[in-house]
């Protein structure tokens, strides 16, 4: 075989590779996007996006405020599934109750990857450890001659708030300690620094069953509240948290505050938690009492609409709230709704409540099925249109939000 047989065709390569080297080189960028900065002050996201793509996030960063957002989040996010022979026991009692009481989400961490920004733990107060030690689902099995399925309470001996759905029904969770929930979820929060902000929903717990045996729950009271918090600071520094001192800033009360401007951009809140403590506003008033518009507290919390610390609201009821809730929105509040409950929808696959949930402008939007349960027809579900994590909230948006904003 002659000798340009086989040079030939490699020099041919070896000049398609020179081009394409040079193609390649630093200045080969296109002109018009060297040295170029995001226009933060453009008309809209998108805007911004086509101008110079990347930009997008940036704008909504600048310009979106953390109330003019969007996002899903879980209902008693903590609770494992209570097992058959204990709901037996439960349905022998109170067949209905025991319907509301069969669901079970999977871990923080895998919650909080599908896109859940909205996480409930419900405590219940225990200084001196051992109150839940020994759940009377446990015992009434074992007097009928059935062994319940193992499960570790050894934590439940320590000093410290439980978390707990129904104390000696359902107290299967992911994290028995307040504490060690918290720091799973901080253990997510650093592995993900730039995340939209999550709101921490704690829905104090102050009552129990009402069976003979059952277990006296306490009340929560100033130094409950005083636990709870030192707790939280505990875990996340001052620079984790959405504080109401924050937002309050110089502003006279925290209502004032954020019914003016008081909430952060989103670039400034990505990476925190913020803590709202759901209980009626007459539960929550030891919370508030030496600390004027929550000074110094870790948690806003709910209260009546015309208080000096009103900024979060629960309400649970989208389709008979709408109204009220939009209303609420547009002044700046914050407000978690649900998009199912009890699981009526699930059972049923109806949505209308998950629409008027979407529709509502609630900031938070809680759901026990960010998965579907396989034992129901239908495959219900409630997630975020499109499949975004935080979007642009159809109420209170800005002019120019029109992208996801995660």
Not at 43 to 64: R, Y
Not at 214 to 242: T, Y
Not at 296 to 301: C, V
């Amino acid at each position: 075989m002659k000798r340009t047989a086989i040079w030939g065709p490699a020099f041919a390569i070896l000049a398609i590779a020179i081009v394409v080297a040079a193609s390649c080189k630093p200045d080969a960028i296109e002109p018009e996007t060297v040295g170029k900065t995001c226009d933060l002050k453009a008309a809209s996201a998108s805007a911004a996006e086509v101008a110079l793509p990347g930009c997008a996030t940036k704008w909504i960063d600048a310009n979106v405020a953390i109330n003019q957002l969007q996002s899903m989040g879980t209902h008693n996010s903590y609770k494992e599934q209570i097992p058959k022979v204990e709901m037996a026991l439960i349905k022998a009692r109170n067949a209905d109750a025991a319907l509301t009481l069969d669901y079970a989400h999977r871990s923080f961490a895998e919650q909080l990857d599908k896109g859940a920004r909205q996480i409930e733990l419900d405590p219940s107060d225990d200084p001196q450890g051992g109150l839940f030690a020994t759940p009377l689902a446990r015992k009434l099995l074992h007097e009928q001659g059935v062994t319940p399925p193992d499960y570790d309470l050894t934590a439940m001996s320590q000093p410290g708030l439980k978390v707990i759905h129904v104390s000696d029904i359902d107290y299967r969770s992911h994290c028995l300690l307040f504490i060690d929930c918290l720091k799973q979820i901080k253990a997510w929060s650093d592995a993900h620094p730039t995340h939209t902000p999550i709101l921490m929903m704690i829905n104090p717990k102050s009552s129990g069953i009402n069976w003979p045996g059952a277990a006296k729950v306490l009340p929560w009271g100033r130094e409950a509240f005083d636990r709870m918090d030192a707790e939280i600071r505990s875990v996340f520094s001052d620079d984790q948290l959405i504080t109401p001192d924050d937002v309050r800033a110089t502003h006279a009360t925290l209502r004032e505050a954020v019914t003016t401007n008081g909430w952060p951009k989103l670039g400034e809140a990505r990476g925190k938690l913020i803590f709202t403590i759901d209980l009626s506003p007459e539960a929550n008033k030891p919370y508030a009492e030496g600390h004027p518009s929550l000074q110094g507290r870790a948690a806003f919390m709910t209260t009546f609409p015309d208080a000096p610390e009103a900024a979060y609201f629960t309400m649970n009821e989208p389709e008979k709230q709408q109204a009220e809730i939009q209303a609420l929105v547009k002044q700046g509040f914050l407000i978690r709704t649900r998009a199912d409950a009890d699981t009526r929808e699930a059972r049923t696959n109806t949505t209308t409540r998950r629409e008027a949930a979407l529709s509502s402008g609630a900031q938070y939007i809680s759901t026990d099925y960010l998965w579907p349960d396989e034992r129901f027809e239908g495959g219900y579900t409630a997630t975020l249109p499109d499949g975004a994590i935080t979007r642009c909230n159809l109420v209170a948006t800005p002019s120019g939000c029109d992208t996801k904003a995660e």
